[in-house]
């Protein structure tokens, strides 16, 4: 089977429930996975998705801030909704799918973007995300998530690598590519022995984006990218892994998100 899922952070599902609709239907993923939808549960815009095609669908919201969900042509055997920190956030949702796909494991994560100041001593938002990072490496190795056929996809909020930003030297103190943050989300990686998918196609040495600021007049002129969105697979889907594409396109359209949808292949 051929199998494709997609990342998004929407920046609200219901602002860009057209958006995700034009995506959908061009696109057709088996499974999309959105972050920041902003949206209760009973407020989730069901019937877009079922009219699209996407009749098995996860929730996991809260009114008017982040919130994950994962629409899926296949079905949903089991859904699992996890709380990090000791925090109400809805920033995590674990699915199985059944159908074609039955047993493969789908995690879909918003990582906290944790504020502007670098610092955790004076900035409550920085020391949570650090706390996040360390309890999802604690997590994936403990449960020994990646064993199996899994998939850990999302806004993770930090890009760890050189080439994930537009200069690493214009950045290293800058909240999403930090040293502290790096390690952290490096640990959470090697703990679960997850595989970097979207990197199998793009080499460390060239730069790789997913999110373009909406303070920058020009995006695309300026092209002052940051990879915050992240593909990972359980070492047992590597090899399986046969194609990416960040779409780029979509950061251009129309009262569109920051970040632009990922989508990986895998044959399974």
Request: net charge neutral; charged share 25%.
């Amino acid at each position: 089977m051929r199998f494709t899922i997609s990342t998004w952070n929407i920046n609200s599902v219901r602002l860009r429930i057209g958006l995700v609709e034009r995506y959908l239907a061009e696109h057709q993923p088996d499974v999309l996975c959105l972050q920041e939808t902003k949206v209760r549960d009973g407020e989730f815009p069901l019937g877009a998705f079922h009219k699209a095609g996407y009749k098995h669908v996860a929730i996991n919201g809260q009114k008017g801030y982040h919130g994950v969900a994962i629409a899926s042509k296949l079905p949903i055997a089991a859904t699992i909704k996890r709380q990090f920190c000791g925090k109400e956030d809805s920033r995590h949702l674990h699915v199985t799918l059944g159908g074609e796909a039955a047993g493969l494991e789908v995690h879909n994560f918003y990582v906290p973007a944790g504020g502007d100041e670098p610092d955790p001593e004076i900035n409550e938002k920085f020391a949570h995300k650090l706390a996040f990072l360390d309890e999802m490496a604690a997590w994936a190795e403990g449960g020994a998530v990646a064993a199996g056929r899994a998939i850990l996809v999302g806004d993770l909020n930090v890009a760890p690598l050189e080439h994930d930003v537009w200069s690493h030297k214009a950045l290293r103190n800058i909240v999403s590519h930090t040293p502290i943050e790096i390690e952290k989300l490096q640990r959470a990686q090697a703990s679960g022995d997850w595989f970097d998918a979207l990197r199998k196609f793009v080499p460390d040495s060239e730069k790789l984006y997913t999110w373009w600021s909406y303070r920058s007049p020009d995006w695309a002129a300026a092209n002052k990218g940051r990879r915050l969105d992240h593909v990972w697979v359980s070492q047992s889907l590597g090899d399986g892994v046969t194609s990416m594409h960040v779409n780029r396109d979509a950061r251009g359209w129309e009262r569109t998100s920051d970040h632009a949808p990922v989508k990986v292949e895998i044959a399974l």
